[in-house]
């Protein structure tokens, strides 16, 4: 059973979100999820591992394994899977691929604050 309320404005701001967050929501099991992303996906279907899979350059619409993990992987864990496939897959970054990953950087960095 899941209560939309417990994630709305009604439970109120700040550090009882953060508590709520922290200890209650954290004890949920997710059993089945699929996130898209713009370069691969984040999929689990329990009791399975968290798998990461990144787009096929040589197959569209296709996925390959990236990475299986036993708990969920986070935003830095994705951009440090992306960035090694990225790298494999060129000689080098690019410009503009320091760039965006600079700018990634400064965006954690501010949602942290």
């Known amino acids: ?3 939309p ?3 709305s404005e009604d439970v109120g701001v700040g550090v009882n979100v953060r508590k709520l967050r922290r ?3 954290r ?3 997710a059993v089945y ?3 898209p992303l713009p370069s691969g996906a984040v999929f689990r279907c329990y009791p399975g591992l968290w798998k990461v899979f990144y787009d096929d350059k040589d197959r569209p619409n296709r ?4 990475k299986e993990a036993i708990s969920r992987p986070d935003s830095e864990d994705l951009e440090i899977i992306f960035g090694n496939v990225e790298e494999k897959s060129e000689q080098g970054p690019s410009l503009f691929n320091r760039a965006a990953g600079i700018f990634s950087s400064i965006n954690r960095f501010m949602k942290a604050i």
């Open 33 to 35: 999820s699929m996130r």
């Open 23 to 25: 200890y209650f929501l």
């Open 63 to 66: 996925y390959l394994l990236a």
């Open 1 to 3: 059973m899941w209560n």
């Open 27 to 29: 004890t949920f099991t």
């Open 5 to 7: 309320r417990l994630i």
